[in-house]
């Protein structure tokens, strides 16, 4: 069974378009995350949170809308997509506290043409 | 705010050989967490090997060790014995120790990666 899982793998969308990404985890973890990583393989936090509150928000354009139905769950919403907005987003959990590390998905690899 | 370098974009090995990736941090804290990720050409970021903070002893994981030296804030990792199967980026990460109650405030902090290559 998948750990922590995103929809879809790939999005190719024209510039002006929302779309979003979907994560699901089933580790029972409290804590999920958003990281961007750009062309050059830089990773970036975006968004985390606790048990569907946000707790992270690293200056990320408002156009970016996390939502988190329940603490399983940690979607992204993005509006007006721009070409700069081309980049793969990972999403993560992590249980609190501790050494425990962040699981990740596969990620999902924005195009925007 | 931390940060994580990691000064060699790209490195190769012999197969069977063994290679050393380094990482050097910045930070004020005194409890603290850092992690190698590995990232295949799959894009999966896979756990390598973590290390407290406040342990003394390197952490080993099989052909993967680490020499963490506190002090001098670096965090390099070892691979021994080269395999295919090694090839990827390598990202170093850190991640705060957080002591107040505001859960879900432990992002991790990466390094640039090193592209390693295996060579049959």
């Known amino acids: 069974d998948t750990a922590v899982s995103q929809t879809p793998k790939y999005l190719v969308t024209q510039m002006g378009n929302d779309k979003s990404i979907k994560c699901e985890q089933n580790?029972?973890?409290?804590?999920m995350y958003w990281y961007k990583q750009d062309s050059k393989k830089f990773l970036k936090i975006m968004f985390s949170y606790n048990n569907k509150e946000l707790i992270i928000n690293e200056t990320v354009p408002n156009r970016f809308s996390p939502k988190s139905p329940d603490k399983a769950h940690l979607n992204l919403h993005i509006n007006s997509l721009e070409l700069g907005d081309s980049a793969v987003y990972f999403c993560?959990?992590?249980?609190?506290?501790?050494?425990?590390?962040?699981?990740f998905g596969d990620g999902t690899r924005l195009s925007i043409l | 705010a931390q940060t994580v370098t990691q000064s060699q974009p790209e490195m190769s090995v012999q197969e069977a050989e063994t290679v050393t990736l380094s990482c050097t941090y910045d930070t004020s804290e005194s409890d603290y967490y850092l992690f190698w990720y590995k990232q295949p050409p799959s894009r999966q970021m896979i756990l390598v090997i973590r290390q407290e903070a406040y342990k003394q002893q390197n952490a080993t994981e099989n052909r993967f060790s680490v020499n963490f030296q506190k002090a001098a804030k670096s965090f390099s990792l070892k691979i021994s014995d080269s395999q295919l199967g090694d090839a990827a980026m390598y990202f170093c990460?850190?991640?705060?120790?957080?002591?107040?109650?505001?859960?879900?405030?432990?992002?991790?902090?990466f390094g640039t990666g090193t592209r390693l290559t295996i060579i049959p």
């Open positions: 580790l029972g973890h409290d804590t």
């Open positions: 993560a959990s992590s249980q609190d506290r501790g050494s425990r590390p962040q699981h």
């Open positions: 990460a850190y991640r705060s120790l957080d002591h107040i109650s505001n859960f879900g405030n432990e992002k991790l902090t």
